[in-house]
């Protein structure tokens, strides 16, 4: 069992808590980052050793991680044993994540929101048939304010898609560009950071 270090565990657990923070197990944060962390592949009794993590918690975890395309199993020669690494590009992992979970609630909620206009243009239209300008007021003041609400999903859609559909952010985000080696060549990479707070 190797014990991890006092850097590995501050960073298991804060990308645990992030992962806990955008709805993930925590637990889902902790493995990703030892495994990311460690420059060999690592088995699941290794992750359990290490984390002090049951089998069975282990396993899920790998396997919804697997799910997500942020890790994948590594092939050892001679070696039966399942073993586990991260996918290297880790920005292609959040934005796969994000498009599948952020932009699916955004699209449900424009859905919803587009149904909801759709009652009030017709509470608007009964309360101005009944002559009735409180019920029409009210009527007219929900539709404006769910308006409001459906124009914000449409922001919020719009920028999760031009965040996800940019390899190298450096017109969004501020950050640092790294050459990383291909078997093309060497390819510019943005690695994002939030901007700095004056």
């Known amino acids: ?7 590995e565990e501050l960073v298991a657990d804060s990308v645990g808590r992030i992962m806990a923070f955008w709805g993930f197990r925590k637990n889902l ?18 992750l359990c050793d290490d984390l002090q993590l049951s089998t069975g918690s282990v396993s899920m975890a790998l396997g919804e991680l697997k799910r997500w395309g942020a890790i994948r199993k590594h092939y050892i020669a001679g070696d039966r044993r399942d073993h586990w690494v991260v996918e290297e590009d880790v920005w292609a ?28 243009d017709g509470e608007v239209a009964a309360a101005r048939d009944a002559q009735d300008p409180a019920a029409l007021e ?30 190298d952010l450096g017109g969004l985000l501020r950050g640092s560009v790294v050459e990383k080696p ?15 707070e004056d």
Do not use: N
């Not at 069992?1 to 850097?7: D, F, G, H, V, Y």
């Not at 944060?29 to 290794?46: C, F, K, N, V």
């Open 182 to 196: 291909t078997e093309t060549g060497s390819r510019r990479r943005l690695m994002p950071r939030a901007p700095a």
């Open 29 to 46: 944060g902790r493995i990703w980052a030892a495994l990311y962390l460690s420059p060999d592949p690592l088995t699941s009794a290794q």
């Open 93 to 120: 992992t959040v934005s796969r994540v994000m498009a599948q979970r952020e932009v699916r609630e955004l699209d449900q909620l424009s859905d919803a929101l587009t149904q909801a206009e759709r009652v009030l």
């Open 138 to 167: 009210r009527a007219a003041f929900r539709r404006r304010k769910v308006e409001e609400l459906d124009e914000l999903a449409a922001a919020g859609k719009d920028l999760l898609r031009l965040v996800l559909g940019h390899d």
């Open 1 to 7: 069992m190797a014990i991890p270090t006092q850097s």
